[in-house]
């Protein structure tokens, strides 16, 4: 593990694995870098893979206060200190690196889950409602208002996940719910960003995810001036290992 400092004095840490041109991965909401190991393990076959954890999350700092810039200063921190060519984010981590607007010379986002038409309403005051269960000491509300109001899992299973040691973990995340959803910018598509980015911008999807999620990658990808979108077969919201390292080196490295 290394870690270097960002513009507000916040220490980031991040581990560098494999042997190619560098690429960053961005993580999505509630997950940190241990979360990613399978890509990891993947993807260091063709790149020289740097895995961080964003902000408040594993063994990163957290310095307040919150604003969604810092996170883009975090994203450049790790990107000059490691001179990746290229970045790849999941999820709503789309956003961190979309609005970055860094100088990567390709980048791809997995994902990015805009409320296009057919997808399910925000939750009502969604990320006031996360601020309240932070502020309020309860973080334990504000991982149930995510998994079960945003993400539409069973609120059974996660009563049941409360039980288990995992949910100490959650706990400890949760806060930074309020910071995807804050840099979600209320889930639209951001189209005025989107035409100002000149990146190379790869959207992919999993032909096993809602339509809708898939349809929002393909509306991101139209309003990228180089955009391009994907589907290729996995799982809701997830694209297995070897495909990944494969469509990314097909883009980064062989286009």
Not at 20 to 40: H, K, M, N, W
Request: with cysteine.
């Amino acid at each position: 593990m290394d870690k270097v400092v960002s513009k507000d004095g916040t220490e980031l840490a991040y581990d560098v694995v494999g042997s190619g041109p560098g690429l960053v991965l961005v993580s999505g909401a509630f997950t940190g870098r241990a979360d990613y190991a399978e890509y990891v393990d993947a993807l260091k076959s063709a790149f020289t893979v740097v895995n961080y954890d964003r902000r408040g999350r594993g063994d990163s700092g957290d310095t307040a206060p919150y604003a969604v810039e810092c996170e883009w200063e975090d994203l450049d921190a790790v990107r000059s200190a490691t001179g990746a060519r290229y970045a790849c984010a999941f999820s709503s981590g789309s956003m961190v690196l979309l609005q970055a607007g860094l100088p990567f010379e390709k980048q791809a986002v997995l994902e990015p889950p805009f409320r296009v038409e057919g997808a399910p309403p925000e939750p009502e005051r969604y990320v006031e409602r996360l601020q309240e269960y932070v502020a309020a000491g309860d973080p334990g509300g504000a991982a149930e208002l995510f998994m079960v109001e945003a993400v539409g899992q069973p609120r059974e299973m996660v009563e049941q996940m409360r039980g288990t040691p995992m949910w100490a973990g959650l706990e400890a995340m949760a806060p930074t719910l309020v910071y995807d959803g804050l840099q979600m910018r209320g889930s639209a598509v951001p189209r005025e960003l989107l035409s100002s980015i000149e990146v190379p911008t790869l959207g992919l999807y999993s032909n096993a995810s809602p339509e809708w999620l898939q349809q929002s990658v393909r509306e991101t990808a139209d309003a990228l001036p180089q955009g391009t979108a994907a589907g290729h077969d996995g799982t809701f919201h997830t694209l297995p290992p070897e495909t990944l390292t494969r469509v990314l080196a097909d883009y980064f490295v062989k286009a």
